[in-house]
């Protein structure tokens, strides 16, 4: 028998043993104890609570520890979740400090002095516990595509895991806006990761001809905070073909690719592919100029929000036991921002130029305007199950 089917008995003989004269409420009192199993005095103890509040008085049960992390600071803890756009805790620990220095700045923060005190030290595993009971609104599932190219012989392929390579290596994917089907022209996002700095570029076009990747792969190196020094897409022929390759020869970017069909070669950005584009642009179809040119706009402020305010952690260690049995170790989370900041290679005259960008920064104030860019994105968009 449960306590709350416990509970329910005794309440069911309260009536009773109020009306009863001292002999039956004895008696009454022996038949819960046979029933329940409880102790006399915890049994005297329920009917007079259930007595009060059947009077209407304002009963409460203080037993226990009083609870430390109140209603309003996880309430602060919710916003500053949803300003990340839902990260989860072992990316938002690090950076929340930071978070909530900006919205007070910027008189965004209207929550008490004690609230946020307590939410500053708050522990990592108490904000897991809270964050992964908050409602998450963003859910996936879609459509690729991608075709073998002729130049396999010419490029290179990457095998295993990088080594640590500097800044300026990285990965570079295409991912595919078609809705539920590849079928006409519809709109393709090129993304590039560092491996290094983890620093995102995000392009959309329309369509996933050569020329038009190679567009966007330049418009990524020309606005790079640093010197792009190779990259690695997958086989595809919108990578691998010769205008690509003699525009990397010419530039000095060393130009590798991946195994054809080993899609964990490309674990980094197969994984950003979902965080940083399915989670905003969702799975609808983009086929109209109309949507290209919002996307677009969407992807300049999520650069921004990405780089400066998103925390990412980094696999610097593989511990392989056995053939089935392997554990990782990652370093601590930070943003892209911090990473570039405090690596030895960056130009000085370059990190002061970015210091000077990111104290202009409010997260909370691009955030909304991404979810604004969003809606704008959304609006007439033939939406699937797998939409957010």
């Not at 996002?189 to 560092?194: A, E, G, I, L, R």
């Not at 036991?321 to 900041?341: C, G, L, V």
Request: glycine residues 6%; contains cysteine.
């Amino acid at each position: 028998m449960t306590m709350r089917t416990k509970h329910e008995v005794i309440e069911d003989a309260l009536k009773g043993y109020l009306r009863s004269s001292k002999q039956s409420k004895k008696e009454i009192l022996d038949r819960l104890e046979k029933v329940t199993h409880m102790q006399r005095k915890s049994i005297i103890r329920r009917l007079r609570v259930l007595q009060l509040r059947k009077d209407g008085y304002d009963w409460q049960d203080h037993r226990g520890r009083p609870v430390y992390y109140t209603p309003d600071v996880v309430a602060a803890l919710h916003e500053v979740w949803l300003t990340s756009h839902e990260l989860c805790a072992e990316r938002l620990h690090p950076i929340l400090g930071e978070y909530v220095d900006v919205l007070i700045r910027d008189n965004m923060w209207n929550h008490s002095d004690e609230a946020t005190g307590k939410l500053r030290k708050m522990s990592l595993g108490t904000m897991k516990g809270f964050t992964q009971s908050f409602d998450k609104v963003i859910s996936g599932g879609g459509r690729c595509m991608t075709k073998p190219s002729s130049l396999k012989e010419v490029i290179p392929v990457r095998r295993g895991p990088w080594d640590n390579p500097p800044p300026g290596y990285g990965e570079v994917d295409t991912v595919a806006h078609c809705g539920n089907t590849l079928e006409g022209e519809f709109v393709w996002t090129v993304q590039y990761s560092d491996i290094s700095l983890l620093w995102c570029f995000l392009e959309a076009q329309m369509g996933r001809g050569g020329k038009e990747t190679l567009d966007s792969i330049k418009a990524m190196v020309k606005r790079s905070p640093h010197r792009i020094q190779g990259l690695d897409p997958d086989s595809g022929g919108e990578f691998i073909n010769w205008a690509t390759k003699d525009w990397s020869v010419e530039e000095k970017i060393e130009l590798t690719r991946i195994r054809p069909g080993m899609k964990n070669d490309h674990g980094r950005i197969e994984q950003k592919n979902d965080k940083n584009v399915r989670k905003w642009a969702g799975y609808i179809r983009i086929d109209t100029e109309e949507r290209l040119a919002t996307l677009k706009e969407m992807y300049k402020v999520l650069e921004v929000y990405i780089n400066h305010f998103l925390p990412s952690m980094k696999c610097i260690e593989k511990i392989r036991y056995n053939i089935s049995h392997s554990s990782r170790k990652y370093d601590d989370a930070k943003t892209p921002y911090q990473r570039f900041m405090e690596h030895p290679d960056m130009d000085k005259d370059a990190k002061k130029k970015m210091l000077e960008f990111h104290q202009t920064l409010n997260p909370k104030v691009i955030h909304d305007r991404l979810l604004i860019l969003r809606k704008k994105l959304f609006v007439g968009a033939k939406f699937t199950r797998n939409d957010i």
